[in-house]
């Protein structure tokens, strides 16, 4: 018996996993719509795979419930999945967590060995310094009488259903025998590998990954802005040419080291700040880091710039964007680069922007209300009335665009 706090994109993902793997699961929502999306057996966002899972299990081994009392009470194992998005000063925002934390612990009536298994991704070394010092606060030892643990979620966006179920790694961060025996008894039939790790350990693998990936982002759009300036250079090109090289024998790596507006989306940006603060604050400037986020926070600037110049500087000129979620086959729009793009070139006078994206209108409407921009339903529509087209998202949809019109395009993701 599994609780499952928080179900958006890893804790759905995670409650319907475990339920596929045989578990009984409850998953907990604070977000009353969100809940009763999913009790109606929708998704509240698009994620192919997931939706299939969810008919298949609800009402049978994943109960969604708002009241966490009956669930709690019953479970051996919470999992803990709510954000962690942006504090301040870029560091990780663990109040979310705490709150669930809190919540779960009010809750316990009997003296049951509970493990509490943080999912949602933290700074290293916040289990050890922060959450047991927490729970030992409220009067219970940790290891003795109730078990924390962390178990980092790696699952992109847009495949969440089968890199949950055909993992390529589970990391267990335990201290302790008693939590370790019971997450690897939950997970016992994966065929992937288990690695079983300090729960600082745990922590620190979830940003090693993330900050890599970003680097590799803010690398090949560093280089992008080089070879602009050379002019003359075929920038998709070049960085196919460098993917032909063997040693990357064809891996899926390749798309991170692709120019185009920046990386957006939930995870990369926050997680990079998160561990930049983490390391400031721990006393060491990490400098890679720092070089990688400014970068990154540049890049808006630069595209918003390049698409100045192909408008001819013409304010008037009616732009029509392709794309507005952070990244194909997603309707996630947090942190969207086309937000900030947007937000740029009205600042330049731009006014007559128009956009269309295929799954993400309605989404980005919704979030970004405050952004002036005019809705279109199809590509052919934005194409008949743009004066100037510019891709910020690498849908397939857009890869016949050049066939399709003879209107000057700024191609930032260099993707035709
Ligand atoms: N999205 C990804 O691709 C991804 C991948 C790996 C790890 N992560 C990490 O996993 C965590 C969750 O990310 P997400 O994208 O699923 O976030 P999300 O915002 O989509 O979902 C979090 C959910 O938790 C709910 N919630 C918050 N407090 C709650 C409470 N006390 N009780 C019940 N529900 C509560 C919210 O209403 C929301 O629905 C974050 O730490 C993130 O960094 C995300």
Not at 107 to 112: G, I, N, V, W
Not at 274 to 299: P, R
Request: charged share 25%; hydrophobic share 40%.
């Amino acid at each position: 018996m599994v609780t499952v706090f928080g179900l958006g994109f890893v804790g759905l993902t995670t409650a319907l996993g475990f339920a596929e793997m045989g578990h009984t699961v409850y998953g907990v929502e604070a977000d009353s719509h969100r809940l009763s999306t999913i009790a109606s057996g929708k998704l509240p966002f698009l994620e192919p795979g997931l939706d299939k899972a969810l008919l298949r299990h609800l009402g049978h081994n994943f109960k969604p419930v708002g009241d966490p009392e009956a669930a709690v009470d019953d479970s051996e194992i919470i999992y803990y999945c709510v954000g962690t998005p942006y504090g301040d000063k870029g560091e990780a925002n663990l109040e979310y967590l705490f709150a669930a934390i809190e919540q779960t612990i009010r809750l316990f009536r009997d003296d049951k060995f509970r493990v509490l298994v943080v999912k949602s991704t933290i700074p290293p070394s916040t289990t050890r310094r922060k959450i047991i010092p927490f729970v030992e606060g409220k009067g219970f030892h940790a290891g003795r009488t109730i078990g924390v643990a962390n178990n980092p979620e790696f699952l992109r966006e847009g495949h969440c259903w089968d890199d949950f179920i055909n993992a390529d790694r589970v990391v267990l961060g335990v201290d302790d025998p008693k939590s370790e025996e019971r997450l690897k008894a939950l997970y016992k039939n994966v065929k992937c590998p288990v690695f079983c790790v300090s729960t600082t350990t745990g922590e620190f693998v979830k940003y090693l990954s993330n900050t890599l990936l970003a680097t590799l982002v803010s690398y090949s759009n560093e280089m992008s802005v080089i070879a602009d300036k050379a002019g003359d250079i075929d920038v998709g090109k070049s960085f196919r040419i460098l993917h032909s090289d063997r040693r990357w024998n064809s891996c899926d790596m390749t798309s991170y080291v692709y120019p185009g507006c920046g990386y957006g989306g939930y995870c990369l940006p926050k997680d990079t700040k998160a561990l930049y603060a983490f390391a400031k604050s721990a006393g060491f400037e990490a400098g890679i880091l720092g070089k990688v986020i400014e970068t990154n926070d540049c890049m808006p600037g630069i595209i918003a710039d390049k698409i100045d110049r192909a408008a001819g500087y013409d304010k008037g000129k009616v732009i029509g964007v392709l794309g507005l979620s952070f990244k194909p086959n997603s309707d996630d729009v947090r942190d969207s680069v086309s937000a900030k793009i947007i937000a740029l070139l009205n600042q330049k006078g731009y006014c007559n922007i128009i956009a269309y994206d295929p799954v993400a209108n309605d989404e980005f409407a919704r979030r970004y209300d405050k952004i002036p921009l005019l809705y279109r339903h199809s590509c052919h529509e934005l194409l008949a009335e743009a004066d100037i087209l510019v891709i910020l998202t690498a849908w397939d949809e857009f890869r016949g665009l050049k066939e399709l019109t003879d209107k000057p395009i700024v191609d930032c993701r260099y993707m035709l």
